[in-house]
């Protein structure tokens, strides 16, 4: 795998396995309400939570996991997304969304909204993928330097605010194991954006509601064996309603876990230097498993293999079934693998 970069304050950053295609320099904007189904020409998609979820609660809803919030003023919050790399990473369970990206060492970005988290570490440097997966969101993004200049420069050009340890240096700790940092010190000192827009479609709370139309299974446990990384052993949690990472990786208890197939291309920053960058390309379409919770009859969790489609940089990535129509995601934490090809899911204990 590609070996790690050094950042400004010389420890090793997280190198990835693919530039995303298409780095333009565009601004960014939200979409309408409305899934296009693979194949579509149209490029205004955004899914939405569900309206009759919020008919069913006096709350309004957290925009990134689709749960009733603490109140109005903590359902409008902005999004802090943190950057972090390492084996043992502190503090993703706290988050709302996580994307892990197969790197060495894997980064994630993980994206905070509806809960407090305690320390988040050890933070690492920004890279392409982040302005492609944060770009919608228009987040506050905690990160430290980056391996070339211009990485900071696109998210300097979209709506994402830049909470960085270069700029705001009083925000952060250096620990024996890295910089860290919390989404309360970002939003308490840094002006960031209204509310993230929801980034999936959920099926009412405690509803009898599927993930998929079709090619729906009900497994108890699943394998993802991702080249370069080896196997995550992931079980599902009949009690808690929550899919379980019981190996290969950090702590994470998820009502969703998303198994995206997207491109890894390796770039060269400084040829002469023998340095390089990659990251995952997740604008565009490709296969998609979701693992989800269950439904009211039958044990297991809920699984359905479809796509995904995410045509520009500054919209949504919307999931389908194996039939074109959008899946709904069970209201909660999602995490989202970016898998490079060749990934294998093996799911154990299912039923149709």
């Known amino acids: 795998m590609p070996a790690g970069q050094t950042s400004p304050r010389g420890r090793r950053a997280a190198a990835g396995l693919a530039v995303a295609a298409g780095l333009a320099l565009t601004g960014c904007g939200q979409a309408p309400p409305n899934p296009v189904k693979p194949g579509a020409t149209s490029s205004t998609a955004a899914p939405s939570t569900s309206a009759s979820a919020a008919v069913n609660s006096s709350r309004p809803l957290a925009p990134l996991t689709g749960?009733?919030?603490?109140?109005?003023?903590?359902?409008?919050?902005?999004?802090?997304?943190?950057?972090?790399?390492?084996?043992?990473?502190?503090?993703?369970?706290?988050a709302d969304v996580v994307f892990e990206e197969i790197t060495d060492p894997v980064r994630y970005i993980a994206v905070y909204q509806s809960r407090p988290a305690t320390t988040v570490g050890p933070i690492t440097t920004t890279q392409p993928t982040d302005r492609e997966a944060l770009a919608v969101l228009h987040p506050l993004i905690g990160y430290d330097g980056a391996v070339a200049a211009f990485f900071i420069k696109l998210l300097d050009q979209t709506k994402i605010t830049d909470a960085g340890y270069s700029r705001y240096p009083a925000l952060y700790a250096s620990t024996p194991e890295?910089?860290?940092?919390?989404?309360?010190?970002?939003?308490?000192?840094?002006?960031?954006?209204?509310?993230?827009?929801?980034?999936?479609?959920?099926?009412?709370?405690?509803?009898?509601?599927?993930?998929?139309?079709?090619?729906?299974?009900?497994?108890?446990?699943?394998?993802?064996?991702?080249?370069?990384?080896?196997?995550?052993d992931w079980t599902f949690d009949q009690h808690t309603d929550r899919w379980t990472l019981t190996s290969g990786g950090p702590a994470a208890q998820v009502a969703n876990l998303i198994i995206q197939t997207?491109?890894?291309?390796?770039?060269?920053?400084?040829?002469?230097?023998?340095?390089?960058?990659?990251?995952?390309?997740?604008?565009?379409?490709?296969?998609?498993?979701?693992?989800?919770?269950?439904?009211?009859?039958?044990?297991?969790?809920?699984?359905?293999?479809?796509?995904?489609?995410?045509?520009?940089t500054t919209q949504v990535t919307n999931y389908f079934d194996s039939s074109g129509t959008p899946m709904t995601l069970q209201p909660g934490p999602t995490w989202i693998i970016l898998a490079p090809a060749g990934t294998q899911v093996t799911t154990t204990g299912a039923h149709q």
Not at 86 to 91: A, E, F, L, V
Not at 194 to 205: E, G, I, K, S, V
Not at 290 to 307: C, Q, V
């Open 67 to 94: 749960l009733p919030a603490a109140s109005t003023a903590d359902a409008a919050k902005p999004a802090v997304a943190l950057v972090v790399s390492g084996d043992d990473p502190q503090g993703l369970t706290s």
């Open 178 to 232: 890295g910089l860290t940092t919390t989404p309360q010190a970002i939003t308490g000192s840094v002006t960031g954006d209204t509310a993230p827009q929801p980034l999936f479609q959920y099926r009412d709370p405690g509803s009898a509601g599927t993930l998929a139309g079709s090619g729906q299974s009900r497994p108890a446990s699943a394998a993802i064996t991702i080249p370069g990384l080896g196997t995550q």
């Open 262 to 312: 997207v491109p890894y291309t390796t770039v060269n920053v400084h040829p002469r230097r023998g340095v390089y960058v990659s990251t995952a390309g997740i604008t565009g379409t490709g296969r998609a498993e979701i693992l989800s919770g269950a439904t009211s009859t039958g044990n297991g969790g809920t699984a359905a293999a479809g796509t995904w489609s995410k045509p520009h």
